[in-house]
């Protein structure tokens, strides 16, 4: 396998900020996200990299951008390390395939996902009060059942290190405004029911996932990742069958696996055996293979 890029360091680029995943530099006009192969889990980012894994995210959230931009706007300029500025070409090497030249968005103060399938924290909420953050839903549900239609749950966003909390759609109106946030769950269930298609057909299920949305000139667009492993739960057609956890070509592996330790989800993260690496990053490419029918 390939040595993990852990962290960038590019002399004579601006770092704006430092994320769980990704390194964000500033070039003025736009931005450069530069996707690590960094991985995270209940907040906090394991000591070992994902070979690989940058790549993964960058090039499927790419596919993803490209099939919603009927729906909606996207913040990518340019994929292609050669359209970046002449500043960014020295680290050509380290950019090519796993950095976006991207729009300086304003970030909406919520996180949007939408779930499909119940699981997950939606699992435990339903458990307790047969509701998903307020959302009424019909009894008797198992885990992992698909669900009537696909429910919108935003959360607020968490800074680094803590846990993101399930909000109601109100309680999103009031942080971002009740037009914008009507828009952007009109936005995220048609984006989702079109994905859900679309991977349906290449043999994944898209049990939930996350969406960022900024404002760019006055309009609302689609920003941070799409529909990548690290941002959703991915579920192999095949094999599914409700009642139960569900095998995954997401970072649930790796939380299955560190459930299993005598750990408290806090900093330090545990070390991660090699095989633990090793079959993290053959499910992160092999979304990408089924996905876009290309891996590196």
């Known amino acids: 396998m390939t040595k993990p890029v852990l962290t960038t360091e590019f002399p004579g680029l601006k ?27 209940f907040d906090v980012i394991m000591n070992e990299g994902i070979p690989n894994k940058g790549y993964v995210l960058t090039q499927i959230s790419a596919f993803w951008f490209r099939q919603m931009e009927g729906i909606i706007k996207n913040h990518i300029i340019s994929t292609e390390v050669a359209d970046f500025p002449k500043e960014c070409q020295p680290y050509a090497d380290v950019l090519a395939g796993r950095s976006m030249l991207v729009k300086k968005a304003s970030p909406l103060a919520a996180e949007c996902i939408v779930r ?52 109601s759609f109100e309680e999103m109106a009031k942080l971002c405004g009740q037009e914008i946030s009507e828009k952007v769950r009109e936005v995220t269930l048609a984006i989702y029911e079109k994905a859900r298609d679309i991977a349906d057909q290449k043999g994944i299920i898209i049990a939930d996932t996350k969406f960022e949305y900024g404002i760019y000139q006055g309009e609302l667009i689609i920003i941070d990742e799409c529909m990548t492993p690290d941002s959703s739960r991915f579920w192999p057609k095949d094999s599914y069958q409700p009642g139960g956890p569900q095998p995954s070509f997401d970072k649930q592996f790796l939380r299955d696996y560190l459930e299993t330790l005598d750990w408290n989800k806090t900093a330090p993260a545990p070390p991660l055996p090699a095989d633990i690496v090793q079959k993290t990053a053959e499910k992160y490419m092999e979304a990408l293979v089924r996905l876009t029918g290309k891996g590196i």
């Open 116 to 167: 499909g399938y119940i699981s997950g924290s939606g699992w435990k909420d339903y458990q307790q009060t047969g509701k998903i953050c307020g959302i009424e839903l019909p009894a008797g549900l198992k885990e992992s059942d698909r669900l009537p239609q696909p429910i919108f749950t935003p959360s607020t966003k968490a800074e680094l290190g803590t846990h993101d909390e399930n909000i």
């Open 15 to 41: 770092l704006a900020a430092r994320g769980k995943v990704r390194d964000i530099y500033d070039l003025g006009e736009a931005l450069l996200i530069v996707t690590t192969d960094r991985i995270s889990a």
